[in-house]
């Protein structure tokens, strides 16, 4: 175990030529950051969980009813043993023959079946209750810290002068500010990560979390080799649009659609603007040029740049999609009326399914005699959004 630490702690990966561990020890008259420091993220994590249930329980819930917003959830499906057995053991997606199978075996027609695990997939989905509190309590936590950090850096020098970030590196020493920013940014995100596993179920489950993954790696590197600076930096840009996308999405949900479209816009303005505008020129600048010329690269060095390029590749993602579902309704004519959170589903980013999702049948099914009274007309939801998703949240997260 010792030598594989020595190994991960080599000091010619993490740090400048010349540079030692040693050099960064605290003293009595300098404080630098300290790996051991973080532990302290994995606890303050537990209980920023703990204050977001006690949030949502007593802040946002009652905000919610306030508006109207009911808690109830999607029409529930009807108790079945064999089909309850199949939605839970074998698939939740049954596939044509399956479905033929289960036709013959109950004598229900195929279309009934398919509502049946239709409504048993929606039957898990959050209410829009659920869905305000969690929005609600994400917009609070980017208020507070992006207004922290603006409050913070604008007493900084390198706000104003990125080469700051770089002068008499890695010796800067490590202000109460900075590791307060950083801990708790740090907690936020390993609450996040942990609840993605009770939150919304989200269909980019996967990508999201690995996006978690690399926002912790990221702070966690830039903080043990001591690049707090540029960091806080990194961490105060990415702030500003999270604040917009969890309003409009708030907004949304209490069905205030012009107070939606407009904070849709502004967020899609900031994000854009930001993320492909300030970011590369502001932060990618100082990181890829300014510390070339006055540190110089080493292996963390281009470790560090690579992750952010690669931030700024999610970033050019992310913004096409935004992009693409703007032009997509000013090309249909549907401005006035358009909805920017319902979001086709093949442009999702981070998106909660509808209520009542739309599915489409297999074109060489076997069809049955639908009821007269038209209850088994699924090829749209009832609220019209022809398999439309709400909910998107374009990247929340670093």
């Keep these: ?39 302290l993220a994995c606890p303050l994590a537990l209980c920023i969980f703990m204050i977001r249930l006690v949030f949502e329980r007593f802040i946002a819930r009652p905000c919610a009813m306030g508006l109207k917003i009911q808690a109830n959830g999607p ?10 057995k199949v939605f839970t053991a074998i698939t939740k997606h049954p596939d044509e023959k399956r479905l033929e ?16 695990f239709r409504q048993r997939r929606n039957q898990e989905k959050p209410s829009t209750l659920a869905r305000f509190c969690e929005s609600m309590w994400r917009l609070t936590f980017y208020l507070y810290i992006f207004t922290y950090g603006v409050r913070f850096l604008k007493k900084t020098p390198w706000l104003w002068n990125t080469k700051e970030c770089w002068y008499n590196y890695p010796y800067q020493p490590l ?9 708790l940014e740090l907690s936020f995100y390993l609450s996040v990560l942990f609840s993605r596993f009770t939150d919304i179920r989200r269909k980019d489950f996967l990508i999201m979390f690995l996006h978690h993954v690399a926002t912790i790696s990221l702070i966690v590197f830039s903080y043990v ?38 904070l849709f ?9 930001f993320r492909l505008g300030v970011y590369p020129i502001w932060i990618l600048n100082t990181t890829l040029f300014e510390s070339w010329e006055i540190v110089g690269p080493y292996p963390s060095w281009w470790v560090f740049n690579l992750l952010l390029l690669l931030l700024q590749l999610l970033h050019s993602f ?24 319902h979001v086709s589903k093949d442009d999702r980013s981070d ?18 005699t639908s009821s007269t009274n038209g209850t088994n007309k699924i090829g749209a939801n009832k609220n019209g959004t022809n398999g439309y998703l709400t909910g998107a949240s374009y990247p929340d997260d670093h």
């Design 318 to 341: 992310w913004s096409y999609l935004i992009v693409k579902t703007a032009c997509r309704a000013i090309s249909k004519g549907k401005v006035g009326r358009w909805n920017p959170l």
């Design 225 to 262: 080799n001591n690049m707090a600076r540029v960091g806080t930096l990194v961490m105060c840009l990415h702030d500003a649009a999270d604040i917009l996308i969890e309003a409009a999405k708030m907004a949304n949900y209490a069905k205030c659609q012009m107070l939606c479209n407009l």
């Design 351 to 368: 998106i909660e399914s509808s209520s009542d999702e739309d599915e489409s049948f297999p074109s060489n099914q076997k069809h049955h």
């Design 101 to 116: 199978g289960l036709s013959k075996q109950l004598d229900w027609d195929v279309r009934t079946i398919q509502r049946w």
């Design 75 to 84: 029409q529930k499906a009807q108790p079945n043993a064999i089909l309850e």
């Design 1 to 39: 175990m010792a030598g594989i630490l020595a190994w991960f702690w080599n000091e010619r990966f993490w740090l400048p030529h010349n540079v030692t561990w040693a050099d960064l020890k605290n003293t009595d008259e300098a404080t630098f950051p300290q790996a051991e420091d973080l532990y």
């Design 175 to 183: 202000t109460v500010d900075i590791h307060y920013y950083y801990i």
């Design 265 to 273: 816009a502004m967020f899609a303005i900031l994000f854009i603007s």
